[in-house]
């Protein structure tokens, strides 16, 4: 397996698979998850010629069960040390969710001042905020991640479970036919990684108001957010994104989930090729 060890001596694990002459796209991960959420979109863009690379989070997947760094300026720090590393350059960023937060922070802080992005896009991501605050009063009130908190302490398995079986793909909607597989893979992922560093996390991706990292991200940023998504909601998300990034094109999907990169992999992996081709 491949690692980079940062400078705070936290081996990340990633993944680096394509042409190294090709253009980067580089995937990041949502909370509790793993690289390996990525599969659907790095087989994609592989066979359409490029260079795919993914790393799993501090404390997530692979990568260093480490007890402190969980928050979005370490991520961030951490994606970088995977681009210097590879020497990644004319790159698209695409993050999920919580990941969607890592690229904003990354390519703000790391990748635009380095010269290393081209476009980035952000997927059913949590800029600028969820928090509900004076600032963005349509956020979420604090007790529901003091919940979130209070569940994952109690039964972290049984958690995950349940939010993957449930919300996160929509399959507690009426109808809906529920993909145990999918639900399985979620678990895994999420079970192979830190509880401390999910515990922490939480914190990171609810509270930390990246308001300047979109406005500092003039790059070509493609916004994409499901109306149906129980987890992240659009309004206080996708919406406020495209309205404070510089260069921000909005696509909402009806009815689409947050995890509508695995369940409508066919929709997002078009639309994401046609933006990275542009």
């Excluded at 956020?139 to 479970?161: H, K, S």
Aim: net charge negative.
């Amino acid at each position: 397996m491949s690692f980079v060890t940062t400078n705070d001596g936290t081996n990340i694990f990633y993944k680096d698979w394509g042409p190294k002459d090709a253009q980067p796209i580089v995937f990041h991960h949502g909370w509790p998850l793993s690289s390996d959420d990525w599969d659907a979109q790095m087989l994609f863009f592989l066979a359409n010629g490029y260079r795919v690379v993914a790393h799993d989070r501090r404390g997530h997947g692979r990568s260093d069960q480490v007890s402190e760094g969980h928050d979005m300026a370490h991520y961030a720090a951490d994606a970088a040390a995977v681009a210097d590393h590879l020497d990644l350059r004319n790159a698209i960023h695409i993050g999920h969710s919580t990941g969607g937060g890592e690229v904003a922070a990354y390519v703000a802080r790391h990748g635009i001042p380095q010269g290393r992005v081209a476009k980035a896009v952000l997927v059913s991501a949590v800029p600028p905020i969820m928090l509900k605050t004076d600032r963005y009063p349509g956020g979420l009130p604090i007790e529901v991640f003091d919940g979130f908190r209070a569940a994952l302490a109690a039964n972290r398995a049984g958690f995950f479970r349940d939010v993957a079986a449930g919300p996160f793909y929509g399959f507690n909607r009426p109808g809906a036919k529920v993909d145990e597989a999918v639900v399985d893979n979620w678990w895994r992922q999420g079970m192979t990684g830190s509880a401390k560093a999910h515990y922490d996390g939480i914190k990171a991706f609810s509270e930390t108001d990246q308001t300047d990292d979109l406005k500092a991200i003039t790059v070509p940023t493609l916004v994409l957010h499901g109306d149906d998504d129980q987890i992240v909601p659009y309004k206080n998300a996708g919406v406020l994104q495209a309205e404070i990034l510089p260069n921000a094109t909005l696509k909402i999907y009806e009815g689409f989930s947050h995890g509508m990169l695995t369940v409508n992999a066919d929709v997002l992996n078009a639309d994401l090729l046609a933006f990275a081709k542009a």
